[in-house]
């Protein structure tokens, strides 16, 4: 069965261009949560979809957004790069609500602004 | 407010010595969760394991064992007689029943391990 896949694995930005960062979930899975990596910042929560809806998100700007799909994949969305939006992104997935059930990490898609 | 510590940033050890990797959280949840993840150079947080506020008993899987302590709010975990595969960032994180902040997993910062020959 496959796990979480992102797509790019790889992404090269200028500063102040848009990013778009595609995850599709775990078969079964319908909640899908984002990640930053930032270098120094350590793992920090972006955003948490479920049934197509925005359920949580992190202390992040509003540039910072992203939708679900009726076939729960996602896209997560950053406007207006700044250099500091250079990071790993990684997508998850679980079961339905997230209280409880094992978050599934993807290989994660490693944004560069410069 | 939720938080986890790893006050290791770096351990470094020889081949198939036993290795404990410490990990300290904050909740006032009666009820949450804790994980361990590992986070090899490509970069995936692969689960390695979950558990449950109400379940106390350690836990052994092959080399890696568990040790959860509610009275000292520590999880830590040992990799026995480690290899040159178990190099990688380990992230312990705690999730709570709380349905406003149920949704995120509040991570630890990491602690590397480098194991050598």
């Known amino acids: 069965e496959a796990g979480v896949t992102q797509s790019p694995t790889h992404l090269i930005k200028t500063r102040g261009q848009q990013a778009t960062l595609r995850c599709s979930p775990i078969?079964?899975?319908?909640?899908v949560y984002w990640y930053q990596q930032a270098l120094g910042l350590g793992l920090q929560f972006l955003l948490w979809y479920d049934e197509g809806e925005e359920r949580n998100r992190g202390n992040f700007p509003p540039r910072f957004s992203g939708r679900q799909f009726p076939n729960y994949s996602s896209e997560l969305n950053v406007n207006a790069l700044e250099l500091e939006d250079s990071a790993l992104y990684l997508c998850?997935?679980?079961?339905?609500?997230?209280?409880?059930?094992?978050?599934?990490f993807g290989e994660g898609s490693w944004l560069t602004v410069v | 407010a939720q938080k986890v510590t790893q006050a290791q940033t770096e351990i470094s050890v020889v081949e198939k010595e036993d290795v404990t990797l410490d990990c300290v959280y904050e909740?006032?949840?009666?009820?949450?969760?804790l994980f361990w993840y590992k986070q090899p150079p490509s970069g995936e947080l692969v689960f390695l394991i979950r558990?449950?506020?109400?379940?106390?008993q350690n836990e052994i899987s092959g080399r890696y064992s568990w040790n959860f302590q509610k009275s000292t709010s520590s999880f830590n975990f040992t990799i026995t007689a480690s290899q040159v595969v178990d190099s990688a960032v380990y992230f312990c994180a705690l999730s709570e029943q709380n349905t406003g902040t149920a949704s995120k997993l509040t991570f630890g910062t990491g602690t590397r391990l480098q194991v050598t020959l």
């Open positions: 998850a997935s679980s079961l339905a609500g997230p209280s409880g059930n094992t978050i599934y």
């Open positions: 558990r449950n506020s109400f379940d106390e």
């Open positions: 078969s079964g899975h319908t909640s």
């Open positions: 909740t006032r949840d009666t009820t949450y969760y």
